[in-house]
């Protein structure tokens, strides 16, 4: 018997990824032993709050800027839910701005929150142009930027259809027009050594589960001078954006992941971008009317999405899991709500290829072995569902 096919294999490493080993031995101190909170005066409260200075400027480091614009928060969304309100707010009061900007292509931790300034806090709301792959349009940001715009917010690299955007140039519009800039980086920093410096960006969501830390938390970078208020209010943790008490375990773990991310990164992408690229090949030659997702190159490391005509993807997500694949359609729709992605719709595909969209996102432990078997299989699952 093919023992390859009893196994399961995890190739949804975008939807989140598991802890490094490093990563949880590094946590696991600040659990029991270096329990204090860090803004007690005691010495476990100085235990825990070095900690929690040391992770920041780690943090700080990586990403290029200081250790006092980095803001610890509860997960990608909350940076982004901190990035966008907490600035929008902030520069209405400041100088009634009051439209937001934002691809038609951002994960939902920023779409739903731009819609919810839009219908509960009264703001214009308005999405950039995007080319068939889900690059936001330079010239189109050019021409609608003014001093009206309360932030613009654009995805680093793409979840869903692993693109990356041309940041350092739609940022750089926006420095020269004086509006903030923020980026949802939650799936890009686990691919790209990030640089605010460079890439003038005003603020930055980090989430840890993304790179091989834990779920529920998450960095936000802040360029000091940017105007932002908190979200969530109370004590005086975090500049006093953040209020709550420190999970200093979780802190301590995404520096570390983040770390380990940073130092292997030229490494990963010399196993991943040959496997993901005979992955796509493989996949486009075995199975007709098929397409790649987002752009064939430009892309996220480990990152591979098509769509089949003709087909329920969620069906299919459900077939290969019976085979022992884990994969993901790349949006949130769930088994019985059929709606294909706003995302592949808002870069042009029809519902009809829409439906059918797979998600295959490869990790550090994933093995030649595993994609090969993948593609052995794949193309009569997708035919016996075509039927
Ligand atoms: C996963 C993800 C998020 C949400 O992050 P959480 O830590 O799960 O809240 C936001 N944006 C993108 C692009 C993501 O991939």
């Known amino acids: 018997m093919d023992k390859s096919l009893k196994k399961n294999t995890y190739l949804d490493f975008a939807a989140t990824s598991p802890v490094d080993e490093r990563v949880f031995n590094a946590m696991i101190p600040y659990f029991r032993d270096d329990f204090g909170n860090s803004s007690s ?41 901190l990035a966008i309100k907490g600035t929008a707010l902030a520069r209405r009061r400041l100088n009634g701005a009051n439209k937001i900007l934002i691809s ?41 930027i003014n001093p009206e715009v309360a932030i613009v917010s ?23 027009a004086l509006v903030p800039f923020h980026t949802d980086a939650v799936q890009a920093a686990a691919h790209i050594q990030m640089d605010v410096i460079r890439d003038q960006i005003d ?7 993304k790179f091989y830390g834990p779920k529920g938390v998450g960095a936000l970078f802040v360029r000091s001078g940017t105007p932002i208020i908190p979200i969530q209010t109370g004590g005086k943790q975090e500049s006093e954006l953040r209020a709550g008490t420190h999970n200093i ?10 770390t380990i991310t940073n130092e292997n990164m030229n490494s990963f992408h010399e196993k991943f971008i040959p496997m993901r690229d005979f992955l796509i090949d ?3 030659a075995s199975i007709p009317d098929s397409k790649l997702t987002g752009h064939p190159s430009n892309r996220l490391a480990n990152h591979a999405s098509f769509v089949f005509k003709g087909l329920d993807g969620n069906e299919l997500l459900v077939i290969l899991d019976q085979h022992g694949f884990a994969c993901s359609s ?6 019985g709500n059929p709606k294909p992605s706003e995302v592949l719709l808002n870069i042009g595909l029809t519902p009809e290829w829409a439906s059918g969209s797979l998600r295959v996102t490869l990790g550090r432990t994933t093995t030649m072995e595993e994609i090969n078997s993948f593609i052995r299989i794949l193309p009569g699952v997708v035919k016996s569902l075509r039927k």
């Not at 819609?115 to 936001?136: H, I, T």
């Open 41 to 81: 005066i005691h010495q476990w409260g100085q235990r825990s709050e070095n900690a929690l200075e040391n992770a920041r400027i780690s943090v700080a480091r990586t990403i290029n800027c200081k250790p006092t614009e980095i803001i610890f928060t509860g997960g990608g969304s909350e940076s982004d839910n």
């Open 104 to 144: 038609p292509v951002e994960h939902p931790a920023v779409s739903e929150t731009a819609r919810q300034l839009k219908e509960v806090f009264d703001f214009e709301m308005e999405y950039l142009q995007v080319d068939e792959y889900g690059r936001v349009d330079l010239v189109d940001l050019e021409a609608r």
């Open 154 to 176: 654009i995805i680093f690299g793409n979840n869903e259809i692993g693109t990356i955007n041309p940041i350092r140039q739609l940022a750089g519009i926006c420095r020269q």
């Open 203 to 209: 603020l930055l969501s980090l989430g840890a589960h």
């Open 249 to 258: 375990p979780y802190i301590v773990g995404l520096a570390e992941a983040l």
């Open 282 to 284: 493989s996949v486009l």
């Open 330 to 335: 790349g949006s949130a729709c769930k088994v």
